[in-house]
C-alpha cells in the first residue's frame, strides 16, 4: 500500500489547481453561499456571478473536463476515477459551481453499465455536451428510505408506457428537461423485481411540478404528479423490472459524488483564520482551549474524510463498486458537515446569529444559512440511519433489523 498520488496524478492536481485559480473569477469563493456538503445551499451571490459560471462552464467543456472518467468514445476523457477524485477535491476546495451532477455524474455512468448501444448512442452525448438537464424522481411521500414501496406505476400499452402517480422532493424538478424516473411497472410481482427506470421528456403533457420552498427561502426540490403520462417503451433504461438492482448502482454513484472534501478543507482553513485573528475577551479566539479542540476535532475528521475519498476512488479504478464504502464516505462526509456547522456557531456565538447583509457577520454570514443546510446532506441520497443499516448488513455482515 502507498498512500500518495502517481506523478501523473501529481501533475493533474497541479493542472487543475492552475485551472481553477486561472478560470474563476478571482473573489470566486468569497461570493459562494454553499455550506460544505449541503444540498440546498442558494448557491452564489452578487450582480457578476451568471457571468462568472457562464465563464468557467465554457473553458470546462472546452477541456472536456465535464466527463473526465468516461470513455472516450462517448465524450470522455476516459482518466482514472482518482484523477476524478482529484478534480472534485479541487474544484469543491475552490467552490467552483458543480456541472452537472445529476445527468453528468449519476445518469450517465448507469446508463453506461446498463442500457442497451442504443441508449448511449442517444443519451451520452447530449449528456457529455451539457444540452439535457436532470432530475431523480426517486423519493414518494409513502417511500423514501424503502425505495421498493414505490407507488408510482408505468404500464405498457403497445410501444408506449402510461405513468401514474407521485413524486416528492425531488431536486431541481422545476427546472430541468428529463426525469430519471424509478417506476413500479409490474404491479404483481414481488417489490424488488417490479421496479424500472424510465427517462420522460418534463414538456410531456400530463406532469405538474410544484416546487416547495424549503428552510432557506429557496425552491430546492418539488412535488412532481404524473397523469396518464405517455412515454415511449424505448425510454425504458436497462432491463425491464430490474431496476431496484440498477437503482443500488446509480446510489452509490451518487453517495461518491456528493461529498466534495475539499470544501470541507477550505471551509475549515477560513475557520483556523478567523480563530487566529479574532480576539474575545482580551485574547485570540485560537489561544481558547474550547476553539482550539472543536478545530482540532474538526480537523481530524476532515482527514478521515480524505482518506475515504481516495479509498473509493482506488477501489472504481481497479473495477469494484463501492457499496459499503459509498455508505461509509456518505455518512462521515454528511455528519461531518452537521458537525462544523455545530462547531462554528459555538465559536462564533452571537455573531453566528447575524445574517450575511450585516457587515459584522463573520465569515459573510456562511454559518447560520450552514446550520440550516447541513441537515439536508444527512437526509439526502439516504439518510444516516440508513447508511448505518447498509454498513451493519453488507459491511459487517448484521442481520437486517
Ligand atoms: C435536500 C434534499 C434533496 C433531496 N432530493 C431528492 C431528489 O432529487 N430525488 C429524490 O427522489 N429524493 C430526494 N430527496 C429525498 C430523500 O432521498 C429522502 O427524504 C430520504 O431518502 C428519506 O426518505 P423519507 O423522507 O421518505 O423518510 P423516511 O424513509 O420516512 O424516514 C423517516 C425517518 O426514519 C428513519 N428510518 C427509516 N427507515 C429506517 C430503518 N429501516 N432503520 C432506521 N431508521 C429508519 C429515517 O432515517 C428517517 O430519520 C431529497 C431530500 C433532501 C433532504
Known amino acids: 500500500m502507498e498512500f500518495r498520488f502517481s506523478e501523473k496524478e501529481e501533475a493533474f492536481y497541479r493542472?487543475?489547481?492552475e485551472f481553477l485559480r486561472k478560470e474563476l473569477p478571482p473573489d470566486w469563493d468569497q461570493k459562494c453561499l454553499a455550506w460544505?456538503?449541503?444540498?440546498?445551499?442558494?448557491?452564489?451571490r452578487g450582480d457578476d456571478v451568471a457571468e462568472g459560471y457562464a465563464h468557467y462552464r465554457q473553458k470546462l467543456l472546452e477541456k472536456g473536463w465535464n466527463t473526465i472518467s468516461w470513455p472516450k468514445e462517448f465524450g470522455g476523457r476516459a482518466y482514472s476515477y482518482m484523477e476524478q477524485a482529484i478534480f472534485d477535491e479541487r474544484t469543491s476546495y475552490y467552490r467552483a459551481p458543480m456541472m452537472d451532477v445529476i445527468a453528468g455524474g449519476m445518469v450517465a455512468p448507469t446508463i453506461l453499465k446498463v442500457g442497451t448501444e442504443e441508449q448511449k448512442k442517444k443519451w451520452i452525448p447530449r449528456i457529455a455536451a451539457s444540452e439535457i438537464t436532470m432530475f431523480l424522481g426517486y423519493s414518494e411521500p409513502n417511500a423514501g428510505s424503502d425505495l421498493a414501496g414505490i407507488r408510482t406505476t408505468a404500464l405498457q400499452d403497445g410501444d408506449e408506457y402510461v405513468i401514474n402517480g407521485q413524486k416528492v422532493w425531488s431536486s431541481g424538478a422545476n427546472a430541468v428537461d428529463y426525469a430519471w424516473?424509478?417506476?413500479?411497472?409490474?404491479?404483481?410481482?414481488?417489490?424488488?423485481?417490479?421496479?424500472?427506470?424510465?427517462?420522460?421528456d418534463m414538456k410531456t403533457p400530463g406532469i405538474t411540478v410544484r416546487?416547495?420552498?424549503?428552510?432557506?427561502?429557496?425552491?430546492?426540490?418539488?412535488?412532481?404528479f404524473f397523469d396518464n403520462v405517455r412515454v415511449p417503451a424505448e425510454n425504458l433504461v436497462g432491463q425491464k423490472n430490474r431496476g431496484f438492482y440498477h437503482l443500488m448502482t446509480a446510489l452509490d454513484f451518487e453517495r461518491v459524488i456528493l461529498v466534495g472534501i475539499g470544501g470541507f478543507k477550505r471551509m475549515y482553513e477560513e475557520l483556523a483564520e478567523f480563530a487566529k485573528k479574532t480576539n474575545r475577551n482580551g485574547r485570540p479566539l485560537s489561544d481558547d482551549?474550547?476553539?482550539?479542540?472543536?478545530?482540532?476535532?474538526?480537523?481530524?475528521?476532515?482527514?478521515?474524510?480524505?482518506?475515504?475519498?481516495?479509498?473509493?476512488a482506488e477501489m472504481l479504478d481497479k473495477g469494484k463498486a463501492p457499496s459499503v464504502e459509498s455508505s461509509v464516505l456518505k455518512l462521515v462526509a454528511t455528519e461531518l458537515s452537521r458537525k462544523m456547522a455545530e462547531a462554528t456557531m459555538d465559536i462564533f456565538g452571537p455573531y453566528g446569529l447575524i445574517d450575511d447583509d450585516i457587515d459584522i457577520a463573520p465569515l459573510r454570514g456562511l454559518a447560520p444559512r450552514g446550520y440550516l443546510d447541513c441537515i439536508s446532506?444527512?437526509?439526502?441520497?439516504?439518510?444516516?440511519?440508513?447508511?448505518?443499516?447498509?454498513?451493519?448488513?453488507?459491511?459487517?455482515?448484521?442481520p437486517r433489523n
Not at 36 to 44: I, N, R
Not at 289 to 312: D, Q
Open 15 to 17: 493542472e487543475v489547481d
Open 36 to 44: 460544505p456538503g449541503g444540498y440546498a445551499s442558494l448557491g452564489y
Open 181 to 200: 424516473l424509478l417506476v413500479r411497472t409490474d404491479p404483481t410481482a414481488p417489490r424488488h423485481r417490479s421496479v424500472s427506470f424510465f427517462l420522460v
Open 211 to 224: 416546487p416547495l420552498t424549503t428552510i432557506l427561502g429557496n425552491q430546492h426540490f418539488c412535488e412532481v
Open 289 to 312: 482551549p474550547f476553539v482550539r479542540l472543536k478545530l482540532a476535532r474538526l480537523a481530524t475528521e476532515i482527514e478521515i474524510g480524505y482518506t475515504l475519498v481516495w479509498r473509493t
Open 377 to 398: 446532506a444527512t437526509i439526502g441520497a439516504g439518510t444516516s440511519e440508513i447508511q448505518r443499516n447498509i454498513i451493519a448488513q453488507r459491511g459487517l455482515g448484521l
